[in-house]
């Protein structure tokens, strides 16, 4: 996946040093998503090795910005990157394990997403305004977890896919608007606790798997 950032911003940068107007296309516009992501972890207990698993749906939006450039020349292939300034808070959940057990107490989960990046190529289907892209995703994960093991989870950089198909209609001469549905699918997650138990090497580990879909409204301008 890393290459495929690499590639896409290579080729973001090198077609925005043409200055060839009838041949390449710049937008910049906004994002409006309505998303809904499916999260499932498993967390190992420190020295007892016991296991729990979650799963959890967040209904969530949040707004994006966009910048991209098209390749007329090209059947209109596209390139673009996209930003989410905003911090998306994941639902937190409190859970009380019972007396007698080990790191027995009341374990509060809590997360954040944030500089959610997106860097994308978009392939037109003809001339009929549909078309459908790939796209790489980065975000940063911060844990604010407060657990009874003691324990805490360091942030941590994600990765993932997204797959997605779309439609770019007209405004005016100088607008746009599209409308696009999108999966997303994020690399496994494996974080290990900061506190080492009776065991030498012996930490809380969590592996966590996220996806989701979003549907998503953009408006623009194009020159």
Request: glycine fraction near 12%; charged fraction near 20%; hydrophobic fraction near 45%.
């Amino acid at each position: 996946m890393k290459k495929l950032i690499s590639v896409i911003a290579g080729s973001f940068l090198a077609i925005m040093s043409f200055n060839v107007a009838s041949a390449v296309e710049m937008r910049l516009g906004v994002l409006g998503n309505m998303a809904a992501d499916f999260g499932e972890a498993k967390e190992t207990l420190k020295d007892s090795g016991q296991i729990s698993k979650e799963t959890a749906v967040l209904a969530h939006s949040y707004a994006s910005v966009f910048a991209e450039v098209a390749l007329d020349q090209a059947a209109g292939l596209t390139f673009g990157v996209e930003y989410a300034p905003e911090t998306i808070e994941l639902e937190k959940e409190t859970r009380v394990i019972p007396a007698g057990r080990t790191d027995s107490g009341s374990q509060i989960i809590d997360a954040e997403v944030e500089d959610l990046l997106t860097a994308y190529v978009a392939l037109p289907i003809g001339e009929t305004g549909a078309y459908v892209r790939l796209g790489y995703l980065q975000a940063t994960l911060n844990t604010q977890e407060t657990l009874a093991t003691g324990s805490t989870y360091a942030n941590v950089d994600i990765e993932g896919t997204q797959l997605g198909a779309g439609y770019m209609g007209e405004i005016g001469d100088n607008l746009f608007y599209k409308l696009e549905g999108v999966y997303n699918e994020w690399d496994n997650m494996a974080l290990n606790g900061s506190e080492e138990g009776g065991t030498s090497g012996s930490f809380n580990k969590i592996d966590a798997n996220i996806t989701g879909v979003a549907a998503r409204l953009a408006v623009g301008f194009r020159f």
